[in-house]
Every structure is written in C-alpha cells, then in structure tokens.
C-alpha cells in the first residue's frame, strides 16, 4: 500500500553512507512515484470510501478508529517532515480533507493535541 510504499524510502534517509548531495537525489528519485502515483491512488480509494459512507467518516456516523489511524497518516504526510512529499498532498481530495478538519475539532482530540504540543 501506499504506507509501504513510503516507508520503503526511509532507508535512504537513514543511510549515512550518502552524501547530503546524493541523498536528496536517492529520495527525490524513490518518492517521485509514491508522491504521483502510490498516494493518489490510495487517497483515491478512500475518496471512494467517504463519499460511499456519506457520513464524513469511514464507518458510522462518527470518529472511530479507522478515521483516526488515516488522519494521522495524513497529517504526518502535511507535516513537511517527509522530503519530496508536498504538505499540500492531501489538498485535491476533499472529502479526506474535510475528515481532518473534522477530527481536528473533536474536543478530546484538540485537548490530546495541546497537551502534547502538537499543532491544531
């Protein structure tokens, strides 16, 4: 899956037998089809997902665990901590785009966030 996909290229980013140089070439060459082909594809099947629900979540009428475990996939991939990977990748898919805002208002998630320094 696309989680794979993307974890599969940490292992550049750890090797310290690169030189910065050749790193940021490695990554940019390795994350190119994760970032136009892997995570479309999967943002595309959980689109799908929302829009088939038509609850705004995945499963039921409210937050469960499936939302929150993609939110936070997502949120990392906006983080700008991943090389090669824009924060604005999430951008063109609203539905996913919404249940992050969604889950970032629930009360207990905004309390969780702010007390562990995490950016609402």
């Known amino acids: 899956d696309a989680g794979n996909a993307l974890y599969s290229?940490?292992?550049?980013?750890?090797d310290q037998t690169l030189s910065a140089e050749e790193k940021k070439k490695q990554l940019a060459e390795a994350r190119k089809p994760v970032r136009e082909v892997e995570l479309p594809k999967y943002f595309g099947f959980l689109e799908k997902l929302l829009e088939e629900s038509g609850t705004g979540y995945f499963v039921g009428?409210?937050?469960?665990?499936?939302?929150?475990?993609?939110?936070?996939?997502?949120?990392?991939l906006q983080s700008g901590k991943v090389d090669e990977i824009p924060t604005t990748i999430v951008d063109p898919f609203p539905r996913l785009s919404a249940l992050v805002k969604k889950v970032a208002e629930?009360?207990?998630v905004k309390q969780w966030r702010s007390a562990h320094g995490q950016a609402l």
């Open 61 to 76: 009428n409210s937050v469960t665990i499936a939302d929150l475990s993609v939110v936070q996939f997502l949120r990392y």
């Open 106 to 108: 629930i009360p207990e």
């Open 9 to 14: 290229t940490f292992r550049i980013a750890r």
